[in-house]
């Protein structure tokens, strides 16, 4: 309420001010123009730390009655209002025990920080300390999906902000499309994948939500109208986590767990299941330049090029991407565990497009971090929900499944999100649909709906889940 009391005060001054000479020019950039530099937000950080960190988290995350300073509540509070705004109103307010205490500088510095630490990208200069000259950036919680041409105002092509959970669903489940030998039931699945004959490839956890101790197949093969071809993989996974496909219908699948002499290894099989190659050490479930802790998701680059995101537990061993060369050597790994931007905290899935650059949906964050293939950090996307599986077609049509979003606080936490699958592009970041998911009451369970995810070159798009034990076929209404 007090917010929102505020920006209409604001809005006002605006306009009253908009006559005089220093308001003349209206917003003619965003904050997606890269309008602060790395070395400010660092200041900022710094700042932040002493200033704000106390009410507001250090993970921006708001406490109590203090507002989260990051996240999509924050963005959706400012976006088309512009920096001189937020300037104003944090330096007449803010620390909320001693307004107007830091310097002008500091406070450009500490929202530098709060930009980047949203995932707006870095530039060239700093931003400003004055607010005539912040007036002239716009705040957008969405990336403008057209770039904008020399002098012609952003405003002129401003992308509709779309709220979450908003856009159209043009899919329909197909049920009943995989048909199960006699007396075999689909177990918990976060794996699945299409070659290019059309096959369906399904990673399960053996009926159940584990292989140990099972002496059931885990990798199932469908052919294109659903029937079952062929399983294999008894006895040599514990706990079938990510898959992939590569260009020479290769199939690479990540064992998440693992117990003394077995799992946390990915497996490259051919499409017979004979093991072509193994990378980690069974059982060994360590960092390390060859070996894993829990190996979450596995891609492959046309040139062979392997890339592993490793840990699943949040506070808790590594958050990295491992780098291979096509012949299984080590190239480099990077991750450093965190929220800020380019930080992982659960680099749960990974997918490439066709740029080449990599799209690593970290669970925890709620984003998605793109990077480049030498672990440059690039930028981070968050319209797409809390992302469990990522997958880009040769399109760039970016496909992420959400099964964790949820409104309470605590694990999930993410107020405004619901799960289910979205699908825009990789190239812009616009979301353009969204299959919501079937489950009435998600805040019941920790997961619910599609972990894993693939289309076909047809877009028909498949959806493996966890708690309900299925994988789900969406096919166009
Ligand atoms: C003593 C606790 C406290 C400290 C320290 C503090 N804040 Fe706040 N802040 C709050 C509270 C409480 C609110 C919500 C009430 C309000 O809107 O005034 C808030 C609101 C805000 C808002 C408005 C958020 C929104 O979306 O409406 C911004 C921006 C903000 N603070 C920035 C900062 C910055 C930057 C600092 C450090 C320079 C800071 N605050 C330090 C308690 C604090």
Known sequence: MRAGRWIGAAGAGVMALAAGDLWAQEATKSVWDGVYTEA????GQTAYGQNCANCHGQQLAGTGEAKPLAGPEFLSNWSGLTMADLFDRTRTTMPLDRPATLTRDAYADVLAYVLKFNGFPAGGSELARRSEMLATIRIEAEKPAAATGAGVPAAANEPVAAAPNSQPNPYVADAGFFKLPAGRTMGSSSAVAVDSRGHIWIA???????????????????????????????????????????AHDHIWVTDGHSEPGKGAQVFEFDISGKVLRTLGKAGVSVEGPDTFAEPNAVVVATNGTIFVSDGHTPGKGPARIVKFDASGKFLKQWGERGAAPGQLEVPHTIALDSRGRLFVGDRWNNRISIFDQDGKFLEAWSQFGRPSGVFI???DTLYVADSESREPQGYGYHPGWKRGIRIGSARTGAVAAYIPDSEGSPDKTATSGAEGIWADSRGVVYGAQVLQKAVVRYVRK
Do not use: T, Y
């Not at 093969?221 to 590569?246: T, V, Y």
């Open 204 to 246: 399960e956890r053996c009926g159940a939500n584990n292989c140990a101790g099972s002496a059931l197949d885990p990798i199932l093969e469908f052919d294109a109208k659903g029937n079952f071809i062929k399983a294999f993989g008894a006895g040599m996974l514990l706990f079938p986590h990510g898959m992939f496909i590569d």
């Open 40 to 43: 400010q937000a660092e200041r």
């Open 393 to 395: 077609d040769r399109n």
